[in-house]
């Protein structure tokens, strides 16, 4: 009865749209790929009445170009955020970001450009694991992982995150939080700046000095000065 109904869903489907599912299931999350946050499968299963072609012709094909691999991913994660208009995930960002009429969360924003490159890399590269699955091995790009957006140091390995600015720097410079560090690092919601992973600056009420404890809080500055000094 399984079988059937998979059948009937291939039939209604077309050839075109079915041989898309798989990178479908890719690009919006699996067990080795992130989802973009708040876009469920519903969401992007509903890009299949789009003709996305990337989908299948480029995800899981050896030797893809990394011209190819961008424009399959903006292809899907345009539309997904309903950008159709924009041309880079950086320009549907601050498009969206700027029709807020109150502060939102910044993880409900699509990723920035380097962001998507690195998580097309991985669902390019579980999709070549997927489509060599009849086969006796995969190819051999496939062996290095650190190709493929993922970070290894030694037995482990996490996925690799740009370190690109995440807005331009006049918007970074008025973004601050409300929170003072005492004595330990500030790992939760209760920092802004921790929360959307940015450097806390002098706008914050920390400062971002050394009261300030978040890892990802930038000392730069202070130590140019330290060498100036000297």
């Known amino acids: 009865m399984g079988i059937s109904w998979i059948n009937e869903i291939v039939q209604k489907l077309g050839p075109r749209k079915w041989s898309q599912l798989l990178g479908v299931h890719a690009m919006s999350g699996c067990d080795t790929v992130s989802y973009p946050f708040g876009k469920g499968k519903t969401s992007a299963l509903k890009l299949l009445q789009l003709d996305l072609p990337g989908l299948d012709g480029v995800l899981g094909q050896p030797g893809a170009t990394s011209a190819e691999l961008k424009a399959t991913g903006e292809s899907f ?39 998507l490159m690195l998580h097309v890399l991985r669902a390019h590269h579980q999709m070549l694991l997927w489509k060599a699955a009849d086969q006796r091995d995969p190819s051999q790009e496939t062996e290095n992982i650190v190709n493929f957006g993922w970070n290894c140091e030694g037995s482990t390995v996490t996925p690799a995150v740009s370190t690109t600015p995440v807005a331009p720097q006049g918007l970074l410079d008025i973004v601050s939080c409300n929170c003072v560090a005492q004595g330990k690092a500030y790992s939760s919601s209760r920092c802004s700046c921790h929360s959307a992973g940015l450097s806390c600056t002098n706008y914050c009420k920390c400062e971002g000095g050394d009261a ?16 100036d000094d000297h």
Not at 79 to 86: D, E, I, N
């Open 77 to 115: 994660f345009l539309p997904l955020y309903g950008q159709t208009r924009c041309s880079t995930m950086n320009e549907a960002r601050a498009r969206l970001f700027t029709k807020q009429k109150k502060p939102s969360a910044l993880k409900k924003l699509p990723p920035t450009d380097a962001n």
């Open 212 to 227: 300030c404890h978040s890892h990802f809080t930038s000392k730069q500055d202070d130590e140019e000065n330290l060498d």
